[in-house]
């Protein structure tokens, strides 16, 4: 890719994120594509079969070695964790049961949660809302990196370092950025997390339970299928703020990579997102995009024109609550 500047701040515009505009013009040229948005029926069960397979690989791993805990956490355990963080964003959607059953989603969510070991969805749900509405959004938008990260994680080894830590990174940078209360869901959603460690741990011992975290650490981290994190939005060229990756991985993450298509169509389930980009192809085929998540990350970790600070920010209006 050309077009690539080095970089020592984001990259501000001035301008509305691209995502509201394409959706109506998009809407108005297609307006069946209207009919994709909804539940996908498909997802609660194949949520649940991954939520029972790990169920499942902590009994067959409470006797193994320390060395193979942690490597079935990397190689198969925290794959399935990491697919289940996006079902969640995609329970986040309300693409489970509907919009009309927002309940349903946010219990089937902390459900889908149990295997990743920490308590994760509620918290999400909160802050991902303003990801869409805000996207790159000063102060709104927990998904750019702080200054720090940007300043700090510079050269190679650092970035490669940052990946490994992306997942405390991501946990802890809203409480910097953005800190809200916390929610009636959030302490729920910890306290049936915690239960469900401590009857895990009650029944097959330690190693089950550090086998779910470690996975979910490992895989959050460096891994092929982290590459997503990277390849969503960081600015890969100059003017593009959001890519989309078309390769098999997507069978793994519930079409995560379809993320142009996604920010343009939140509601419309990941099972539906490449019939999105069929119907209206003119808008998707010529725009840039990745072909692997693992070059997303040589690259990141050896181009040294990207890095933390390759995102687009942009100042945002609150909007007001409904």
Not at 158 to 175: N, T
Not at 186 to 213: C, H, K, M, T
Request: with cysteine; net charge positive; charged share 20%.
């Amino acid at each position: 890719m050309g077009n690539r500047v080095t970089r020592d701040d984001f990259e501000w515009v001035y301008t509305e994120q691209p995502h509201t505009q394409r959706r109506k013009e998009i809407l108005a040229k297609y307006p069946e594509i209207k009919t994709l948005m909804g539940p996908d029926p498909h997802l609660k069960w194949i949520v649940s079969g991954m939520v029972f397979m790990q169920f499942l690989a902590c009994y067959l791993v409470k006797d193994l070695s320390w060395k193979w805990i942690f490597f079935w956490a990397y190689a198969f355990g925290g794959c399935i964790n990491h697919s289940l963080t996006l079902a969640i964003h995609d329970i986040s959607h309300n693409v489970a049961f509907g919009n009309k059953q927002a309940r349903w989603n946010r219990w089937f969510a902390v459900f889908a949660n149990l295997p990743i070991g920490v308590p994760y969805s509620a918290s999400f749900k909160k802050y991902h809302i303003d990801h869409h509405r805000y996207l790159g959004g000063d102060s709104l938008d927990v998904d750019i990196p702080t200054d720090f990260e940007g300043w700090f994680f510079c050269t190679p080894l650092r970035k490669l370092l940052w990946l490994f830590l992306q997942p405390l990174f991501y946990s802890l940078r809203p409480l910097y950025v953005n800190p809200k209360a916390i929610t009636r869901m959030e302490i729920l959603n910890a306290l049936v997390q915690f239960s469900i460690d401590l009857i895990i741990y009650y029944l097959w011992g330690l190693r089950p339970v550090v086998y779910l975290i470690a996975g979910t650490i490992l895989c959050l981290g460096f891994h092929p299928i982290s590459g997503h994190f990277i390849a969503e939005h960081y600015m890969f060229l100059k003017g593009y703020e959001t890519y989309s990756y078309y390769g098999p991985l997507n069978w793994l993450t519930f079409n995560v990579g379809y993320h142009m298509e996604h920010h343009d169509f939140p509601s419309i389930p990941g099972c539906r997102l490449p019939m999105v980009k069929k119907i209206a192809a003119e808008y998707y085929d010529n725009l840039p995009h990745h072909q692997s998540w693992i070059r997303v990350l040589w690259d990141f970790v050896f181009d040294d024109t990207l890095g933390p600070y390759s995102r687009v920010k942009r100042l945002c209006k609150l909007a007001k609550e409904s």
